[in-house]
């Protein structure tokens, strides 16, 4: 890039340094990735140019990056490296492009790397009106078993003057067919939906959800969900995120049919055109998906998994247990005690030793039951404080949850409650 851009980059980068280190944020410098995104929604075809950069601290001697082998990748630029290779790698179920770069062991400046790719977005991900690039959408490159380390990232969108784009974060200085936003954020959720309308509106409590949708107009059953979206954020402020609380939330409504996650920036994605609130299992997937602004931080390849999934499963149960629905609440726990049934501990997990229901049976399903049981065993206030430490603390182990149990119910506690993970 020309040298202005680069020192007004440098700059902007110590300026994120100097906000992430004043922030609740994990402490530390986070890799830097500038990701220039340029695509052309009628074909649903994209040029992605990634450059990846750590911080001069780091002085890891080789770095991996995967990348999506339905992608075709025309370039990699690795200055100052001493070798770089690229070559095709089995990684889980699929095959991906295997870039793998050495550095110097001594290096005066930050080690570097920059792909450039292009291709056509996969299924799920577009329908006429809109192009999805999230955390779903496996568009970007990320270092093996690290898809959620955190990088600070510029997103420039370049697309044609008729579309406009929107991201987890508000866009700087948009102008006609360029859109920028910045933030931080795990590697694989720098987030932009591309459509020529967008449909938008958003609540006015003091922490505020926004709804956006393409495709229909607005309905009713858009704003009952901004309405239940509003209680479930109030809620979760009161109990398990009072000591990090939501100040806003982005609940995207693209309408391609596919799926439904949340995005660790405050936001989630639901692709459900016939979602509707005033169904109980969408509403508990709704407030799953808001609760995963806490729930987020267990590593979803191994044990760890249930930290995300099994809290933010029983989060929702709790939602609608305060709404009053105590019948609903222990329905759904019955339903999931039963698929649970003779699964095997959570305690030591292996996802990858057993075919993919088995991941929803110990790590969603009995891991709700056993935090169900922990609230029975010490009481809803002493829970409350067990997850709100939890969610603060962002704990990503379970022993570290353990320890937190300990801290606040005591050992004995802490005994039963390991006896029951490894059971
Ligand atoms: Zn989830």
């Not at 995207?252 to 109980?280: C, H, K, M, S, W």
Request: aromatic share 12%; with cysteine; net charge neutral.
């Amino acid at each position: 890039m020309p040298r202005e851009e680069a020192y007004a980059f440098a700059m902007k980068y110590l300026l994120l340094l100097l906000i992430a280190c004043c922030s609740s944020l994990p402490s530390g410098a986070f890799p830097l990735v500038h990701i220039r995104l340029q695509v052309d929604p009628v074909t649903h075809s994209f040029t992605c140019r990634y450059r990846f950069t750590l911080p001069v601290s780091d002085t890891t001697s080789v770095v991996n990056l995967h990348l999506n082998r339905a992608f075709t990748l025309h370039r990699v630029r690795t200055p100052r490296a001493v070798q770089g290779h690229v070559t095709t790698a089995r990684y889980l179920s699929d095959t991906v492009h295997h870039v793998q770069v050495r550095y110097a062991s001594h290096p005066q400046r930050p080690r570097e790397l920059e792909l450039t790719y292009s291709g056509t977005m996969g299924k799920g991900q577009f329908n006429d009106q809109v192009a999805i690039f999230s955390g779903h959408s496996n568009w970007l490159p990320f270092r093996p078993y690290q898809e959620y380390e955190p990088v600070m990232y510029e997103l420039d969108v370049l697309v044609p003057a008729a579309y406009q784009v929107r991201s987890t974060v508000p866009a700087e200085r948009p102008r006609s067919g360029h859109w920028v936003f910045h933030g931080t954020t795990p590697a694989i959720e720098p987030t932009a939906l591309i459509a020529q309308q967008f449909y938008q509106m958003m609540s006015s409590p003091a922490a505020p959800v926004s709804v956006i949708k393409t495709g229909v107009a607005l309905a009713q059953p858009d704003t009952a969900m901004l309405h239940q979206a509003d209680a479930i954020v109030a809620f979760y402020n009161r109990t398990i995120g009072r000591e990090d609380p939501l100040t806003q939330f982005t609940i995207f409504l693209p309408g391609t049919n596919y799926e439904g996650y949340g995005l660790r920036a405050n936001a989630a994605v639901i692709t459900y055109t016939d979602f509707n609130v005033t169904q109980p299992a969408d509403l508990l997937i709704l407030a799953h998906e808001i609760s995963h602004k806490w729930w987020a931080y267990g590593s979803f390849h191994d044990e760890n998994g249930w930290l995300s999934e099994a809290f933010a499963t029983y989060s929702s149960l709790l939602y609608i247990q305060s709404r009053g629905d105590e019948a609903g609440y222990k329905a759904e726990l019955a339903r999931l005690a039963e698929t649970a049934a003779g699964a095997p501990p959570i305690w030591g997990f292996n996802r990858y030793a057993y075919p993919f229901p088995m991941y929803r049976r110990v790590i969603y399903n009995k891991g709700t039951g056993i935090l169900a049981a922990l609230h029975g065993r010490v009481g809803t206030e002493l829970f409350l404080t067990i997850l709100a430490h939890t969610a603060a603390q962002k704990t990503s182990t379970t022993l570290g949850f353990l320890a937190t149990v300990e801290q606040v119910a005591g050992p004995e506690i802490q005994t039963w409650l390991r006896s029951e993970l490894q059971r």
